[in-house]
Structure formats: C-alpha cells, structure tokens
C-alpha cells in the first residue's frame, strides 16, 4: 500500500491549495484517514481527520474555519481544502490511512503514512 500527497506549495498569505492523497495497493477497505504537519523545529500535529463516511470530521482550532477535510472513497483518495493561509500554517503535510488490505492471502489492518508535501505560506 502507497499513500501518495500532491498540492504543496508555495503561496501568499490569504491564499489558498488543494492537497491530495492517493491511495493505491491491494487495499479491500480504508478507514480512518488524515491530514498532519510537521513545521521546523516542531512535532507532528494532527490538522484533520475523516472516517470512512466522511461525516463528523475533526479539525485542529487551529485550522477550523479554513481548512475542509473531505474523501472520494472510489477513488480512494483524501483532499484537504486550505483557505486563508497564513504563514504559521508553513509545514510538510502527511497523509495517514487505516487501510485493510491483503498480504498474499491474508487480509490485515495498517497505519500508513504518505512521504509528505510542503506548504510554505509567506507573509
């Protein structure tokens, strides 16, 4: 199973990106999926979670209001929608996924994280 980001960038303060997470392996089912970052210097921070459904997603408060947390579970992939960037926002984002997926025959669960696409906001 590979998790695969794309939509990092460089951008303006106000401004806005579109992150993706692609999915892709002999995945049967993913569960849980979410967005996390990591700026310089600093821990790993959750920015966003979603189930499978995609209902009741969670947010940091730090992103709430501005950032949108959403999946196309057909095409196994998990966006991130970010408006009103600011430059505290400046970060390498991950993907993780709770995938069900086979080993040879056999069907096991895994945490997967994708390798990371940055975002640097500037003021």
């Known amino acids: 199973v590979q998790l695969v980001e794309s939509g990092g960038g460089l951008v303006q303060a106000g401004g806005s990106l579109r992150l993706s997470c692609a999915a892709s392996?002999?995945?049967?089912?993913?569960?849980?999926m979410g967005w996390y970052r990591q700026a310089p210097g600093k821990q790993r921070e959750l920015v966003a979670t979603?189930?499978?459904?995609?209902?009741?997603?969670n947010y940091a408060d730090s992103v709430k209001g501005r950032f949108t947390i959403s999946r196309d579970n057909a095409k196994n992939t998990l966006y991130l929608q970010m408006n009103s960037l600011k430059p505290e926002d400046t970060a390498v984002y991950y993907c993780?996924?709770?995938?069900?997926?086979?080993?040879?025959?056999?069907?096991?669960?895994?945490?997967?994280w994708g390798q990371g696409t940055p975002v640097t906001v500037s003021s």
């Open positions: 979603s189930t499978s459904g995609g209902a009741n997603p």
């Open positions: 993780k996924a709770n995938v069900i997926h086979y080993s040879g025959s056999e069907r096991v669960r895994d945490d997967y």
């Open positions: 392996g002999r995945i049967l089912r993913i569960n849980a």
